[in-house]
């Protein structure tokens, strides 16, 4: 267990739908970060949130967007969902150091 | 913005033999290299890192060297094992206060054959 919480572990829905992915960091962190994993791909930043404010964009869609809550948790949300947003979507935390630890993932799945 | 490019895509090497896998990023002011082992659908986990201010670390089987000048960093495993057998990130990041961001490179499948 890395201490990053990510839920649902799986999603299965319909293109054009709308989901919300959530990310509980490890304790202390306020730090979080997003990322996007395609098919045998490598890690697509997404963004940054740093004590409830959004810090860095990545190659962020219009139809997704994030927010991180008082108690430092992060919702993911994905909009008008196409067969090219199935991915697994990380989360990551980060502490006052260096070390990025990352969640088990949320495997979407659009059909 | 930061780029960091990997080579090679996938590595295959006998159990035993070392693997050796190297990243070159854009920014020279990165500061603070990773190095992720991923397994099929599992999570990205840290196997060692290294800052701008050291040129080399190693952790038992494992080693990372930086050469700043040149901007690249590279990953050695000695003695590689069958479980060492995996999806292998580098990345870097720029900065150490509220607004950094890891930039990973495209990833190498490393396969250990008995």
């Known amino acids: 267990d890395s201490g990053v919480t990510q839920t649902p572990k799986h999603l299965i829905t319909a293109t054009g739908q709308r989901v919300t992915l959530r990310c509980s960091p490890r304790?202390?962190?306020?730090?979080v970060y997003w990322y996007q994993q395609s098919l045998d791909q490598g890690l697509q930043f997404l963004i940054q949130y740093y004590n409830g404010e959004e810090r860095a964009k990545g190659n962020i869609l219009e139809r997704f967007s994030a927010q991180q809550f008082p108690d430092l948790h992060s919702e993911l949300n994905l909009s008008s969902l196409e067969l090219g947003d199935s991915a697994l979507y990380f989360c990551?935390?980060?502490?006052?150091?260096?070390?990025?630890?990352f969640g088990s993932g949320t495997r979407l799945t659009v059909v | 913005g930061e780029n960091v490019e990997q080579h090679p895509s996938t590595l295959s090497v006998q159990e035993g033999d070392s693997a050796v896998i190297k990243c070159t990023y854009s920014?020279?002011?990165?500061?603070?290299f990773p190095w992720y082992k991923q397994e099929l659908g599992k999570r990205p986990q840290l196997i060692i890192d290294?800052?701008?201010?050291?040129g080399e670390k190693k952790d038992q089987r494992i080693a990372v060297t930086l050469n700043k000048t040149a901007k690249h960093f590279s990953l050695h495993i000695t003695e590689t094992q069958p479980e060492d057998s995996a999806v292998y990130f580098c990345a870097a990041s720029i900065g150490t206060g509220t607004a950094s961001k890891l930039t990973f490179g495209t990833g190498t499948r490393l396969q250990v054959t008995l």
């Open positions: 920014d020279s002011a990165s500061n603070y």
């Open positions: 990551a935390s980060k502490g006052p150091n260096y070390g990025y630890t």
């Open positions: 304790s202390g962190d306020l730090s």
């Open positions: 290294i800052r701008s201010n050291v």
